[in-house]
């Protein structure tokens, strides 16, 4: 029985568990959900009886038994819930079974003891534990006439029930999430004919699901529906002949092959979240022109009469760097304010519409966000009017420079400096590049967090002030006189000093699994200093990395992902899988975390999922 996190923020969690390599192949797959809020759980759909002893352990791993409180039977199907009385058996003696009440007089066959909750046709809504809201929501006629999807208003998640559903052959999913739509629709469409019963149920469900949002569908088999799919699988849906409209549809077979791709045309691959990896930037060359260049420059002029002034929000790094640089120079911002990206997701951070943020995840009360991350826009639901995205840019400095107005805005802004900052944010460096940095590229790595300088004091001046100063620095001095300066310089000597101290330390903690190498830092005491991308010198037999460290106070454990600069084959949408666990990123990098109690689980499977990839 495999699981997955499908969503997690703070204690409220949804834990998805299914694809039991080990049941009788005639037995059809379904998918068990677990939704927890604090210290209560609602279980939704147990499961058949068949597969019950696999569901409950790995439930039990995941979830303390007596924090289930609520058990939700979407409709009377016997692989929803005819294992009810086992759980009946190993849970709480309160626990509330919630069940359509056209289907109570039946349901009660399987369990006449328990505590049933007759849900009305029009729905109801369920409140547990820590804030935890489920609302039912009525999906009748698809495929039961008395039938509920469940939605979570916090996590943006909707179980559907069979709707969404497919019977797909194990040798054709990769975990639990649609990969590839267009190939995923061969499984959706015979199901969906034969069991979805009535066009205008269909069309009031589809409303009633616009209409709140879900950015994930956990259907009860099949794969799940995250980013941009969840729009293709509704308006797929949408366009479905159903129920009397069909004259003759095929239920699937379990067994049936996928459908061989034309010759010479690669599968189409339409379901990642996050944009795909940077276009290559060599040194000296112009990116393609941009859909946003000079956009902005009619704003730039009415800001700037204005006398207005905003602080900026960004990261502490290269790339931040050269945003600020170009935000001075447009004398724009009076105040700039380093955060993680986390700070902006969890809303951590103050913010009114003085602020404009770059490279940060999109808080709505900015008055302009620059991205070129195009999971950003997926995750916050599509465009947004104060949000400048190009995911076509190498940087986020980029595209600042292009929205507005490029040379032609930044006279006075080297353009050696953009192409460097382009090289580093897509990290398209050389061999040479990273076990010798000179330059531009030498800078960026002592101003990377990832490097690990802060970890170390004794500096004369903080992070914060050498920020600060090379933003007028980077305006006024060439490459060579900024690695001059004392502040910077040493930190190189640092730099310089740990090199063979990390290298050591990188061989030794580091284990392969396939194309996968496993930097475990957890037990180390001191963790060097270091380029980030050494790894892949030291182990150019690997295409993606996973650096394991302890969180801040070591309360939790951090997992942080990479692919390779140089063999960049790893199919893995690094982004999608952070997202998966609670994290996020792009298609090439990104991180999750886990309570210190799970991280092993927690690893393994990401381990499972990033050495399996294809």
Not at 101 to 127: C, K, N, Q, S
Not at 165 to 174: I, Q, S
Not at 203 to 218: A, N, S, Y
Not at 494 to 518: G, I, S, W
Request: aromatic share 8%; with cysteine.
């Amino acid at each position: 029985m495999r699981s997955e996190v499908v969503f997690r923020d703070g204690t409220q969690s949804w834990l998805i568990f299914g694809q039991d390599s080990g049941k009788p192949p005639d037995l059809v797959d379904s998918n068990q959900v677990v939704v927890r809020a604090g210290n209560e759980a609602v279980l939704i759909d147990p499961g058949g009886v068949e597969i019950f002893p696999a569901v409950f352990d790995g439930i039990e791993r995941e979830v303390p038994l007596a924090d289930i409180k609520h058990v939700i039977l979407t409709h009377e199907d016997p692989d929803a819930g005819s294992s009810l009385p086992l759980w009946r058996e190993v849970c709480v003696d309160e626990l509330k079974v919630h069940v359509p009440w056209l289907w109570l007089g039946y349901v009660t066959h399987y369990d006449r003891e328990a505590d049933f909750v007759a849900v009305p046709d029009e729905g109801m809504e369920i409140r547990f534990g820590e804030g935890g809201r489920l609302q039912l929501i009525p999906a009748h006629y698809l495929h039961s006439p008395g039938n509920f999807s469940v939605f979570d208003p916090a996590a943006k998640v909707l179980f559907s029930g069979d709707i969404g559903g497919a019977l797909v052959p194990p040798d054709d999913r990769d975990g639990f999430t649609v990969r590839d739509f267009d190939r995923h629709v061969q499984y959706l469409t015979g199901f969906h004919q034969r069991w979805m019963g009535s066009p205008a149920a269909r069309d009031d469900w589809i409303r009633r699901v616009r209409d709140l949002g879900p950015e994930i569908i956990v259907p009860q088999r099949g794969l799940v529906f995250t980013g941009a799919n969840v729009g293709r699988f509704l308006n797929w849906f949408e366009s479905l002949e159903i129920g009397l409209a069909v004259k003759g549809g095929t239920p699937q077979r379990l067994s049936a092959p996928p459908a061989p791709e034309p010759a010479g045309e690669p599968a189409a691959d339409s379901t990642p979240p996050a944009p795909e990896p940077k276009p290559e930037v060599k040194k000296g060359a112009k990116p393609d022109e941009s859909p946003i260049m000079g956009a902005g420059k009619p704003l730039a002029r009415a800001l700037k009469e204005s006398g207005r002034q905003f602080r900026l929000i960004t990261r502490s790094d290269f790339d931040g760097l050269v945003c600020a640089v170009l935000f001075e120079e447009m004398e724009l911002i009076d105040d700039i304010l380093f955060v993680h990206p986390r700070q902006m997701q969890y809303g951590e951070v103050d913010l009114t519409d003085n602020d404009i943020s770059t490279n940060v995840p999109l808080d709505e009360r900015v008055y302009l966000a620059f991205d070129h991350h195009l999971s950003e826009m997926e995750r916050v639901g599509g465009k947004k009017d104060n949000h400048v995205i190009d995911p076509t840019a190498p940087s986020a400095a980029r595209v600042v420079y292009n929205y507005f107005g490029g040379e032609e805005g930044f006279p006075y802004v080297s353009g050696e400096l953009m192409d460097a900052v382009d090289q580093a944010d897509s990290a398209q460096y050389e061999m040479d590049d990273v076990l010798n940095p000179q330059g531009w590229a030498l800078l960026n790595f002592i101003m990377d967090p990832r490097t690990g300088l802060g970890r170390f004091r004794g500096f004369r001046i903080p992070n914060y002030e050498l920020m600060m100063g090379l933003i007028e620095d980077c305006r006024n001095f060439t490459i060579e006189e900024i690695l001059e300066l004392p502040d910077v310089k040493e930190r190189i000597d640092l730099y310089n000093e740990h090199r063979p101290k990390f290298e050591e330390q990188l061989r030794r903690c580091t284990t392969m699994h396939d194309k996968l190498a496993v930097i475990d830092m957890r037990k180390e005491t001191d963790i060097y200093c270091g380029n980030r991308f050494l790894i892949y010198a030291l182990f150019p037999e690997c295409n993606i990395s996973m650096h394991v460290v302890m969180g801040k106070q070591d309360k939790n454990t951090v997992f942080a992902v990479g692919k390779s600069i140089f063999d960049r084959s790893s199919p893995v949408n690094v982004g999608e899988l952070m997202l998966r666990f609670g994290g996020g990123g792009h298609r090439a990098a990104g991180t999750c975390q886990a309570d210190n109690p799970i991280a092993e689980e927690t690893m393994a499977e990401l381990i499972h999922r990033m050495s399996t990839a294809t």
